[in-house]
């Protein structure tokens, strides 16, 4: 049992570390958020504060939205994510720094092999968050209430949630483009899959 425990808080912090680098990635590569990253931005915009300081307005968001889905249906909120909370604005701050070092000329070439990148980081690590079962990060534990309460498939809630993030995080100032687009089409059915994959293999049978 301890051992099952470890794997899964293991696998929770490399999930954290994966979305963090992910949506830094995103953010770096300037061609527009993916739709959490566009709220994180677009709060950050809002507060007239530096791209270097993503990390911080990351921070903030998910202190709130930890509190809203506490109150909805505290079943997703368990010690992953606390420990999501505690180190994601680093993973955001670390991976625009390891961006800029992979990525020294933004070139178009750049640009859009660090968005495929950071895409594929970011999907890979909700899914390993949801499959280890420890507890949701805020966004997608907002997003299984509200599933759970429209009684619909996590793919079709995340698509409309996303939307609405595109919308918020656009109004307040965050950057809007393809990566955006391409994200909030894509992001719902791969999860879904890669978290079913993940849950097979531990055993534990949890997926979006």
């Given at each position: 049992m301890?051992k099952?425990?470890?794997?899964?808080?293991?696998?929770?912090?490399?999930?954290?570390?994966?979305v963090?680098?992910g949506?830094a990635?995103?953010a770096?590569?300037?061609?527009?958020?993916?739709?959490?990253g566009?709220?994180?931005?677009g709060i950050?915009?809002a507060?007239d504060?530096?791209p270097?300081?993503?990390g911080a307005a990351?921070?903030?968001?998910?202190?709130?939205l930890?509190?809203?889905?506490?109150?909805?249906?505290?079943?997703y909120?368990?010690?992953?994510t606390?420990?999501?909370i505690?180190p994601y604005?680093?993973?955001?701050?670390?991976g625009g720094k390891?961006y800029?070092?992979?990525?020294p000329?933004?070139?178009l070439?750049?640009?859009?092999t660090g968005?495929a990148v950071?895409?594929t980081?970011?999907?890979?690590?909700?899914?390993?968050?949801?499959?280890a079962?420890?507890?949701?990060?805020p966004?997608?534990?907002?997003?299984?209430?509200?599933r759970?309460?429209?009684?619909?498939e996590y793919?079709?809630?995340?698509?409309c949630f996303?939307?609405?993030?595109i919308?918020?995080?656009f109004a307040l100032?965050?950057r809007?483009g393809?990566i955006?687009v391409?994200?909030?089409?894509t992001a719902?059915p791969?999860?879904q899959?890669l978290?079913?994959k993940?849950?097979v293999?531990l055993?534990?049978g949890?997926e979006?």
């Amino acid at each position: 049992m301890k051992k099952d425990v470890c794997i899964k808080l293991v696998l929770s912090l490399i999930g954290i570390l994966l979305v963090g680098t992910g949506v830094a990635f995103n953010a770096s590569a300037a061609l527009g958020n993916d739709p959490v990253g566009i709220v994180y931005d677009g709060i950050r915009s809002a507060a007239d504060l530096s791209p270097e300081q993503l990390g911080a307005a990351s921070n903030i968001v998910n202190i709130v939205l930890v509190i809203v889905v506490f109150c909805l249906n505290r079943h997703y909120v368990n010690i992953g994510t606390f420990i999501y909370i505690i180190p994601y604005g680093s993973a955001v701050s670390l991976g625009g720094k390891l961006y800029a070092v992979l990525f020294p000329a933004q070139t178009l070439a750049a640009q859009i092999t660090g968005a495929a990148v950071g895409c594929t980081l970011l999907y890979t690590g909700v899914a390993m968050f949801i499959a280890a079962d420890m507890g949701l990060d805020p966004f997608t534990g907002l997003v299984m209430v509200i599933r759970d309460k429209a009684g619909k498939e996590y793919r079709t809630v995340k698509i409309c949630f996303d939307i609405g993030c595109i919308l918020c995080g656009f109004a307040l100032g965050g950057r809007l483009g393809v990566i955006t687009v391409v994200t909030a089409l894509t992001a719902g059915p791969v999860i879904q899959f890669l978290s079913g994959k993940i849950g097979v293999y531990l055993k534990t049978g949890a997926e979006a």
